[in-house]
């Protein structure tokens, strides 16, 4: 008989029939939950969705976030962060795993939220983005005002109502979502937009901005905070004034814009000068110029006064003028005539000599002086010849007396020489080294004349004849000298041999 087969009343499931049960039994009980946690080991495979884990104390589980949900977070996700995860809860067949799949993130709490702040100031401030120096000034009077924010808010009702109290100008308004997911990038592209608008274009180009929105939480004015807005903010080339939030209030724009506003009031009041103050002021000017100039002028005229004064009359001082003509005009014609006069009786009373009778006397003159220079020229081109002569026969005298006596003179001189080269030989140390024997030169060079010169342990250098070779004293100064070999011949011979003194 076959065996009893065992009978039992529970079903059974397959792996997969059991996990697809379990993912539908979890995704009915827990369609939508919010989970508080701590992100941890967040990876971004290249897929381009991200994998993380949350835990508490006591607990883990696993959380996946699409790629398309990414962008729409408006956290970044990172290690240690303190989140409020929403989404579905779901299972894993693969690894019989649960997990939640997260569509919203939210950061649990104000402490997070000043952390990542802070962080992020951190990060961008060391970026430069807020230096003092990338700051510009605001225009006195701007023709056009840009204004970033909500249009159907407070804020834009008060920005335009005090500009229009203080001095009326021409206003553009570029509408944003100052709150939620959107809000950032909005506002970022609000500003890149009129940045580029052209300076010529259609559409007026501001001179200033105002990025305003009215007062929050932390939680309200979290777009302001986001990277991409304070980037904008800091690349804007139109002066950017920050008004978010009430006086209290601190966003990360306002570190990178170019003038914080406490309020939106406030940043009108910045942009735009009071019109009533500037005439009031124009006013008191002009009055003050006029006043100035109407002081020069009495001034001027008192100058003028006192020098006209000092001058005296004019039509005297010609009248004076035209007498003293009048009596200098008489009295130079009557001395004219007086002058011609005398003139005359000079010339009648001098004795006129003949212009021939000059010529004549020059004449003479003349002659004689060239009779005196053709004498001195004979003269001495007779003593010339004279002296030539005489040098030359004594140069042919003397020329005889070398062709005579010069060889004589060279033979003497060659036997001169040849004496004194013999002597110098004679003289030279080098004869006496050829005779067998040594000069003897201490280390420095120094010839050594006695044996006390020497001392134990000096290097000497001995020259013969033929050469030099080194030598070392083993004996003190003041020791007898001890009997030295005698040096060996290049040619074989041997002697003895000493100082040479």
Same mark, same amino acid.
């Given at each position: 008989?076959?065996?009893?087969?065992?009978?039992?009343?529970?079903?059974?499931?397959?792996?997969?029939?059991?996990?697809?049960?379990?993912?539908?039994?979890?995704?009915?009980?827990?369609?939508?939950?919010?989970?508080?946690?701590?992100?941890?080991?967040?990876?971004?495979?290249?897929?381009?969705?991200?994998?993380?884990?949350?835990?508490?104390?006591?607990?883990?589980?696993?959380?996946?976030?699409?790629?398309?949900?990414?962008?729409?977070?408006?956290?970044?996700?990172?290690?240690?962060?303190?989140?409020?995860?929403?989404?579905?809860?779901?299972?894993?067949?693969?690894?019989?795993?649960?997990?939640?799949?997260?569509?919203?993130?939210?950061?649990?709490?104000?402490?997070?939220?000043?952390?990542?702040?802070?962080?992020?100031?951190?990060?961008?401030?060391?970026?430069?983005?807020?230096?003092?120096?990338?700051?510009?000034?605001?225009?006195?009077?701007?023709?056009?005002?840009?204004?970033?924010?909500?249009?159907?808010?407070?804020?834009?009702?008060?920005?335009?109502?005090?500009?229009?109290?203080?001095?009326?100008?021409?206003?553009?308004?570029?509408?944003?979502?100052?709150?939620?997911?959107?809000?950032?990038?909005?506002?970022?592209?609000?500003?890149?937009?009129?940045?580029?608008?052209?300076?010529?274009?259609?559409?007026?180009?501001?001179?200033?901005?105002?990025?305003?929105?009215?007062?929050?939480?932390?939680?309200?004015?979290?777009?302001?905070?986001?990277?991409?807005?304070?980037?904008?903010?800091?690349?804007?080339?139109?002066?950017?004034?920050?008004?978010?939030?009430?006086?209290?209030?601190?966003?990360?724009?306002?570190?990178?814009?170019?003038?914080?506003?406490?309020?939106?009031?406030?940043?009108?009041?910045?942009?735009?000068?009071?019109?009533?103050?500037?005439?009031?002021?124009?006013?008191?000017?002009?009055?003050?110029?006029?006043?100035?100039?109407?002081?020069?002028?009495?001034?001027?005229?008192?100058?003028?006064?006192?020098?006209?004064?000092?001058?005296?009359?004019?039509?005297?001082?010609?009248?004076?003028?035209?007498?003293?003509? =009048?009596?200098? @005009?008489?009295? #130079?014609?009557?001395?004219?005539?007086?002058? !011609?006069?005398? +003139? $005359?009786? *000079? &010339?009648?009373?001098?004795?006129?000599?003949?212009?021939?009778?000059?010529?004549?006397?020059?004449?003479?003159?003349?002659?004689?002086?060239?009779?005196?220079?053709?004498?001195?020229?004979?003269?001495?081109?007779?003593?010339?010849?004279?002296?030539?002569?005489?040098?030359?026969?004594?140069?042919?005298?003397?020329?005889?007396?070398?062709?005579?006596?010069?060889?004589?003179?060279?033979?003497?001189?060659?036997?001169?020489? =040849?004496?004194? @080269?013999?002597? #110098?030989?004679?003289?030279?140390?080098?004869? !006496?080294?050829? +005779? $067998?024997? *040594? &000069?003897?030169?201490?280390?420095?060079?120094?010839?050594?004349?006695?044996?006390?010169?020497?001392?134990?342990?000096?290097?000497?250098?001995?020259?013969?004849?033929?050469?030099?070779?080194?030598?070392?004293?083993?004996?003190?100064?003041?020791?007898?000298?001890?009997?030295?070999?005698?040096?060996?011949?290049?040619?074989?011979?041997?002697?003895?041999?000493?100082?040479?003194?």
């Amino acid at each position: 008989m076959a065996p009893e087969q065992a009978t039992s009343n529970v079903p059974e499931f397959t792996v997969s029939e059991l996990s697809f049960a379990l993912k539908r039994e979890i995704e009915t009980a827990f369609p939508r939950v919010r989970v508080r946690g701590e992100i941890s080991q967040p990876s971004f495979p290249r897929s381009g969705h991200c994998y993380f884990r949350l835990k508490d104390e006591n607990a883990v589980i696993d959380g996946v976030c699409w790629k398309g949900t990414i962008p729409r977070l408006g956290i970044r996700i990172e290690e240690g962060l303190e989140v409020i995860a929403t989404g579905r809860l779901t299972t894993y067949a693969g690894s019989s795993r649960y997990q939640i799949i997260v569509d919203r993130l939210e950061l649990a709490g104000e402490g997070a939220l000043l952390k990542l702040l802070e962080d992020r100031r951190k990060k961008l401030a060391a970026e430069g983005l807020f230096d003092a120096d990338r700051k510009r000034a605001l225009p006195f009077l701007p023709e056009v005002v840009g204004v970033v924010t909500s249009p159907s808010g407070a804020v834009i009702r008060d920005i335009l109502h005090r500009i229009s109290d203080r001095f009326p100008r021409r206003v553009l308004v570029w509408p944003v979502a100052v709150q939620g997911e959107k809000a950032a990038g909005e506002v970022a592209a609000a500003i890149a937009g009129f940045n580029r608008l052209p300076e010529q274009g259609p559409v007026p180009r501001p001179d200033v901005l105002i990025v305003a929105r009215g007062g929050g939480s932390l939680e309200d004015l979290w777009a302001f905070n986001e990277e991409i807005v304070v980037r904008a903010a800091a690349a804007s080339t139109i002066p950017l004034i920050s008004a978010v939030g009430h006086e209290t209030d601190t966003t990360l724009i306002d570190f990178a814009s170019d003038r914080r506003a406490p309020t939106p009031t406030a940043a009108a009041e910045m942009a735009v000068p009071v019109r009533a103050d500037l005439i009031a002021q124009t006013l008191d000017f002009g009055k003050r110029t006029i006043a100035c100039m109407n002081r020069v002028l009495r001034e001027a005229t008192l100058a003028v006064t006192g020098l006209a004064r000092g001058l005296g009359d004019p039509l005297r001082l010609i009248e004076e003028r035209q007498q003293r003509l =009048d009596v200098s @005009g008489e009295r #130079l014609a009557l001395a004219t005539r007086g002058l !011609v006069e005398r +003139r $005359g009786h *000079a &010339l009648a009373a001098a004795r006129l000599v003949s212009p021939q009778r000059v010529i004549d006397a020059k004449q003479q003159l003349f002659d004689s002086e060239v009779r005196a220079l053709k004498s001195a020229a004979e003269r001495f081109k007779a003593d010339t010849l004279q002296k030539a002569e005489r040098m030359l026969e004594r140069l042919e005298r003397y020329g005889d007396q070398l062709r005579r006596h010069g060889g004589d003179l060279l033979q003497h001189g060659e036997r001169q020489v =040849d004496q004194l @080269g013999k002597l #110098l030989e004679s003289y030279s140390f080098h004869s !006496v080294l050829n +005779r $067998g024997f *040594a &000069l003897v030169r201490d280390q420095d060079g120094h010839p050594v004349l006695a044996a006390a010169d020497a001392r134990g342990g000096d290097t000497l250098s001995i020259e013969f004849a033929d050469g030099k070779i080194g030598a070392k004293v083993t004996d003190g100064a003041g020791a007898a000298p001890r009997p030295a070999a005698p040096p060996r011949r290049r040619d074989g011979g041997s002697g003895n041999q000493g100082s040479l003194l």
